[in-house]
């Protein structure tokens, strides 16, 4: 079957530490997200990529950083400089340029702080 | 002002009933439109997307309003596994998506 994984599904950090968060997906999409959501809130943009070794800041790219150097893979770093990671971060993926192909998603990491 | 708006409810409804949700998004250029569902703790689904005539998947239906700048998905014959938080999705013409803060839905017995 077809999706995304991601991993792990909980994920505890220490202060100070980078942890990475991995995506991986076998739909053949070109297109990967990541998202933060904040209990009670929406989904808010961090990064994307529309195409291997390219990828775009969202809206809260600040304390993070991706790579994208396979198709099937968008890993997400929290770095040190994100002083309030606690969230659920959500990867998603879709094909790009058609626009009325919606985005599918990973079942999701749960990040605290230690 | 947010791009997209949803009221948050939460919607208390008992099984049986009808109920209707409205969100609004801001970007002329949007171009794709999207209902998800979302339980508690869980990734979103897709529920329907939202076409311009207007479509109907059971008892859901969604509609859009480009010259109102707004999308509605109605809920017939609510059911106790309806309840979940409803996300409003905008995708633009340059490929971004948007999404609503989403409205919580309780079906009670």
């Known amino acids: 079957d077809g999706g995304i994984t991601q991993s792990p599904k909980y994920l505890f950090r220490k202060e100070g530490q980078n942890v990475t968060l991995s995506c991986e997906q076998n739909?053949?999409?070109?297109?990967m997200y990541w998202y933060r959501q904040d209990p009670g809130q929406g989904l808010r943009l961090i990064y994307y990529?529309?195409?291997?070794?390219?990828?775009q800041k969202g809206d809260i790219a600040e304390g993070y950083s991706v790579s994208r150097e396979k198709k099937e893979s968008f890993p997400l770093t929290v770095t040190s400089a994100q002083k309030n990671p606690t969230a659920f971060y959500l990867c998603?993926?879709?094909?790009?340029?058609?626009?009325?192909?919606?985005?599918?998603f990973g079942d999701g990491t749960r990040l605290s702080i230690l | 002002r947010k791009e997209v708006e949803q009221d948050p409810g939460p919607f208390n409804v008992p099984e049986g009933a009808t109920v209707a949700f409205n969100c609004t998004y801001s970007?002329?250029?949007?171009?794709?439109f999207f209902w998800y569902r979302q339980d508690c703790r869980k990734e979103p689904k897709l529920l329907m997307s939202?076409?311009?005539s207007g479509n109907e998947d059971g008892r859901f239906t969604a509609q859009l309003n480009r010259a109102s700048q707004y999308i509605s998905l109605l809920i017939r014959d609510s059911k106790l596994s309806d309840s979940a938080t409803y996300l409003c999705?905008?995708?633009?013409?340059?490929?971004?998506?948007?999404f609503g803060d989403g409205t919580t839905l309780t079906v009670k017995p």
């Open positions: 739909l053949n999409h070109d297109a």
């Open positions: 939202v076409y311009s």
């Open positions: 990529s529309q195409i291997v070794n390219d990828f």
């Open positions: 998603a993926s879709s094909t790009p340029g058609q626009w009325d192909q919606p985005q599918h």
């Open positions: 970007n002329s250029a949007s171009q794709s």
């Open positions: 999705v905008v995708t633009t013409n340059a490929g971004k998506s948007t």
